[in-house]
């Protein structure tokens, strides 16, 4: 009964989210913030959250917003760092840097997890996740400078660094729930 106590507030809460996210969209969208806007921006979300939902992702775990916080500050220093990289190879006196696409197994075990991941890795620049393995839990990735060992290295240690974030984050393993007949990856 506790466990469907909270997936109904969980699944409450994702509503009323939804809905300000959409209605906000809406009067952003108009550009004119008034209560003839945010009443249509919020009927047009009822109408998208009630006749065309969106299939239910199971979720467990918690949210841990240290966590959290330290994936954003981590991820965000990549990011920078990634974005100077690539400002770098583009004017650079030599030829461009070798590219190729690295396969990185992960340990994540949700989906909706796995997607935010994918996700992440796709906002450094230099990278892009060109296909997941959902059964297997592997993504393969096009990595703009794979031409030393050293790079390679340091595109697996940076991918490690933000797997382990995000499952400190979103799905530590003490947290992981199979369902009653559900396929367990190892």
């Given at each position: 009964?506790?466990?469907?106590?909270?997936?109904?507030?969980?699944?409450?809460?994702?509503?009323?989210?939804?809905?300000?996210?959409?209605?906000?969209?809406?009067?952003?969208?108009?550009?004119?913030?008034?209560?003839?806007?945010?009443?249509?921006?919020?009927?047009?979300?009822?109408?998208?959250?009630?006749a065309l939902p969106l299939p239910q992702v199971p979720v467990?775990?918690?949210?841990?917003?240290?966590?959290?916080?330290?994936?954003?500050?981590v991820g965000s220093y990549y990011a920078v760092e990634s974005?100077?990289?690539?400002?770098?190879?583009?004017?650079?006196?030599?030829?461009?840097?070798?590219?190729?696409?690295?396969?990185?197994?992960?340990?994540?075990?949700?989906?909706?997890?796995?997607?935010?991941?994918?996700?992440?890795?796709?906002?450094?620049?230099?990278?892009?996740?060109?296909?997941?393995?959902?059964r297997r839990h592997v993504v393969y990735v096009h990595v703009?400078?794979?031409?030393?060992?050293?790079?390679?290295?340091?595109?697996?240690?940076?991918?490690?660094?933000?797997?382990?974030?995000?499952?400190?984050?979103?799905?530590?393993?003490?947290?992981?729930?199979?369902?009653?007949?559900?396929?367990?990856?190892?």
């Amino acid at each position: 009964m506790r466990t469907l106590h909270r997936l109904l507030n969980r699944d409450t809460a994702l509503r009323v989210c939804t809905l300000a996210w959409l209605t906000a969209v809406w009067v952003a969208l108009w550009g004119e913030l008034s209560v003839a806007t945010v009443t249509a921006g919020f009927a047009v979300a009822l109408i998208i959250i009630f006749a065309l939902p969106l299939p239910q992702v199971p979720v467990s775990g918690q949210f841990h917003p240290l966590s959290f916080l330290a994936l954003l500050a981590v991820g965000s220093y990549y990011a920078v760092e990634s974005s100077l990289q690539v400002a770098w190879f583009a004017i650079r006196p030599s030829g461009p840097p070798i590219s190729g696409v690295l396969r990185v197994p992960l340990a994540i075990r949700s989906d909706l997890v796995l997607v935010m991941c994918t996700d992440l890795l796709n906002l450094i620049p230099g990278t892009m996740v060109i296909e997941i393995d959902r059964r297997r839990h592997v993504v393969y990735v096009h990595v703009l400078d794979v031409g030393s060992d050293k790079a390679v290295a340091k595109f697996y240690r940076t991918t490690r660094r933000l797997e382990t974030l995000i499952i400190s984050a979103f799905e530590r393993p003490s947290e992981w729930h199979h369902p009653r007949g559900a396929e367990v990856h190892r």
